[in-house]
């Protein structure tokens, strides 16, 4: 897809949000190109070079593009659940430009060609950015090693096994050595095989709806395990989607002892609670499950005190087959792409967290994770932004996403906060009508003297 370069274009009239810097104030953004030329409060004195697009964001929250540092993509091997041009399209939607992908596709992301392949098909899509991470174990089988060295020089950010845990302790302690010899990070879903046979979290809700539990116990246990591993190897260590109290507990600690140990969560995790799954409702159906109301709170608390270090999607596509069927065989997972903000600024609302902490969250912290140059307002950084409402309100109605996957928890939920516009390498590739293409300057400057 051949896409004209953009050029000079100025932001104007907006509140400015970059936690980088710790800025947040009104002030405008000038681009050229792929790139940010300029930030600042007062750009042009009253003068407006003649050759600048002017885009007047109305007083609107003009933001670091978000990067969501946990998807899956489902293609390859799966593309009637989600393919890669309908997540990058939802991404956008959601305000989000930079996205980086489970290896649980179909070939596994575990050999170089199956990352360059992806790799390659977002950049001739030329929307969301799209990067992977590598598998730790072939086939994902969590028994031997993949070739993580390798698959680091072929663009693999870092190296997980997805949904499934590293289960044996012996691999996981030698894929953390492994990598730490590169410097890379492990990301492990945290959760003991052995005790999560069941499809919703344990205890009083699952008794009476006649389900089967699983602990919460599952996860603490395969954190602790983790840790003390960590802590053997000199590893660097990544909790995905953390949802118990005592998670937090954990990850709290290891920090203060000086273990090189982070963790993210997902929106489902501080906003929505076990009651969630009500009347057998399968978009419910997560991994891990959703928890009770005294670990959501944790969770939220976590992310104020600093302990939890990032947002992501954890967006989890599926067809209807897949989830339209009783509960104990519906798969597990969430779509959470083009919810990402406006259920994160939930936190905002509610006054648990201000905005610069919660789209640091969502930006510079997940892409400091991972090493990427993004998530940053500054001269010289590439032109991915977002323009957003943060006080619009509208209800969450699955069947118009864009992505194929309608299997959204926070379906029928009222949230506030719109994206308005969505731009990746100073190109506009999402406006407030939809358009997934690049879109037309609001209006040209006139020549002042």
Same mark, same amino acid.
């Given at each position: 897809?051949?896409?004209?370069?953009?050029?000079?274009?100025?932001?104007?009239?907006?509140?400015?949000?970059?936690?980088?810097?710790?800025? =947040?104030?009104?002030?405008?953004?000038?681009?050229?190109?792929? /790139?940010?030329? =300029?930030?600042?409060?007062?750009?042009?004195?009253?003068?407006?070079?003649?050759?600048?697009?002017? +885009?007047?964001?109305?007083?609107?929250?003009?933001?670091?593009?978000?990067?969501?540092?946990?998807?899956?993509?489902?293609?390859?091997?799966?593309?009637?659940?989600?393919?890669?041009?309908?997540?990058?399209?939802?991404?956008?939607?959601?305000? +989000?430009?930079?996205?980086?992908?489970?290896?649980?596709?179909?070939?596994?992301?575990?050999?170089?060609?199956?990352?360059?392949?992806?790799?390659?098909? %977002?950049?001739?899509?030329?929307?969301?950015?799209?990067?992977?991470?590598?598998?730790?174990?072939?086939?994902?089988?969590?028994?031997?090693? %993949?070739?993580?060295?390798?698959?680091?020089?072929?663009?693999?950010?870092?190296?997980?096994?997805?949904?499934?845990?590293?289960?044996?302790?012996?691999?996981?302690?030698?894929?953390?050595?492994?990598?730490?010899? *590169?410097?890379?990070?492990?990301?492990?879903?945290?959760?003991?095989?052995?005790?999560?046979?069941?499809?919703?979290?344990?205890?009083?809700?699952?008794?009476?709806?006649?389900?089967?539990?699983?602990?919460?116990?599952?996860?603490?246990?395969?954190?602790?395990?983790?840790?003390?591993?960590? %802590?053997?190897?000199?590893?660097?260590?990544?909790?995905?989607?953390?949802?118990?109290?005592?998670?937090?507990?954990?990850?709290?600690?290891?920090?203060?002892?000086?273990?090189?140990?982070?963790?993210?969560?997902?929106? *489902?995790?501080?906003?929505?609670?076990?009651?969630?799954?009500?009347?057998?409702?399968?978009?419910?159906?997560?991994?891990?499950?959703?928890?009770?109301?005294?670990?959501?709170?944790?969770?939220? /608390?976590?992310?104020?005190?600093?302990?939890?270090?990032?947002?992501?999607?954890?967006?989890?596509?599926?067809?209807?087959?897949?989830?339209?069927?009783? *509960?104990?065989?519906?798969?597990?997972?969430?779509?959470?792409? /083009?919810?990402?903000?406006? +259920?994160?600024?939930?936190?905002?609302?509610?006054?648990?967290?201000?905005?610069?902490?919660?789209?640091?969250?969502?930006?510079?912290?997940?892409?400091?994770?991972?090493?990427?140059?993004?998530?940053?307002?500054?001269?010289?950084?590439?032109?991915?932004?977002?323009? $957003?409402?943060?006080?619009?309100?509208?209800?969450?109605?699955?069947?118009? $996403?864009?992505?194929?996957?309608?299997?959204?928890?926070?379906?029928?939920?009222?949230?506030?906060?719109?994206?308005?516009?969505?731009?990746?390498?100073?190109?506009?590739?999402?406006?407030?009508?939809?358009?997934?293409?690049?879109?037309?300057?609001?209006?040209?400057?006139?020549?002042?003297?």
């Amino acid at each position: 897809m051949s896409v004209a370069k953009p050029g000079r274009v100025a932001y104007v009239n907006a509140r400015v949000i970059d936690p980088a810097s710790g800025f =947040d104030g009104p002030a405008q953004v000038l681009t050229s190109g792929e /790139e940010i030329l =300029d930030v600042g409060p007062k750009l042009f004195d009253g003068k407006m070079p003649a050759d600048v697009q002017v +885009v007047d964001c109305d007083g609107m929250c003009l933001a670091p593009g978000l990067v969501d540092m946990r998807v899956q993509l489902r293609e390859p091997g799966e593309e009637h659940k989600e393919s890669l041009k309908s997540a990058c399209e939802a991404a956008v939607a959601g305000g +989000v430009t930079t996205m980086v992908c489970l290896p649980n596709t179909n070939p596994v992301m575990d050999d170089e060609p199956t990352l360059e392949f992806v790799a390659r098909r %977002a950049r001739l899509l030329a929307l969301t950015k799209v990067y992977c991470y590598g598998a730790i174990t072939k086939g994902l089988q969590g028994k031997e090693l %993949a070739e993580m060295g390798l698959l680091s020089k072929a663009g693999a950010l870092a190296f997980t096994d997805a949904t499934k845990a590293v289960a044996d302790a012996q691999v996981m302690r030698r894929a953390l050595q492994y990598a730490a010899t *590169f410097g890379l990070m492990i990301v492990q879903h945290p959760e003991e095989p052995a005790l999560a046979t069941g499809v919703m979290n344990s205890g009083e809700i699952a008794t009476r709806m006649g389900l089967s539990g699983i602990p919460r116990e599952a996860e603490i246990i395969m954190l602790e395990r983790d840790l003390r591993l960590t %802590a053997m190897t000199g590893g660097r260590y990544h909790a995905a989607h953390i949802s118990t109290s005592d998670s937090v507990e954990i990850i709290a600690r290891a920090k203060k002892q000086g273990l090189n140990v982070t963790c993210d969560t997902a929106p *489902f995790y501080f906003s929505l609670n076990e009651m969630a799954v009500g009347d057998y409702r399968t978009f419910a159906k997560l991994s891990p499950p959703l928890r009770n109301e005294q670990d959501r709170r944790a969770i939220v /608390e976590g992310l104020k005190s600093g302990v939890i270090d990032a947002i992501a999607s954890d967006h989890a596509p599926h067809d209807q087959d897949s989830k339209r069927i009783p *509960f104990p065989q519906a798969a597990f997972g969430g779509s959470g792409l /083009e919810t990402l903000l406006a +259920v994160s600024l939930d936190l905002y609302h509610n006054g648990n967290m201000d905005l610069l902490e919660v789209i640091r969250r969502l930006t510079v912290a997940p892409a400091k994770l991972l090493g990427l140059e993004a998530g940053r307002l500054a001269r010289g950084q590439k032109a991915d932004l977002v323009v $957003f409402n943060s006080d619009e309100g509208w209800k969450v109605i699955a069947d118009a $996403f864009k992505s194929k996957s309608k299997n959204s928890p926070f379906d029928g939920r009222p949230v506030q906060g719109r994206v308005l516009r969505t731009v990746i390498d100073g190109r506009t590739v999402f406006d407030a009508l939809g358009a997934q293409q690049p879109a037309q300057t609001v209006r040209r400057a006139a020549a002042k003297t």
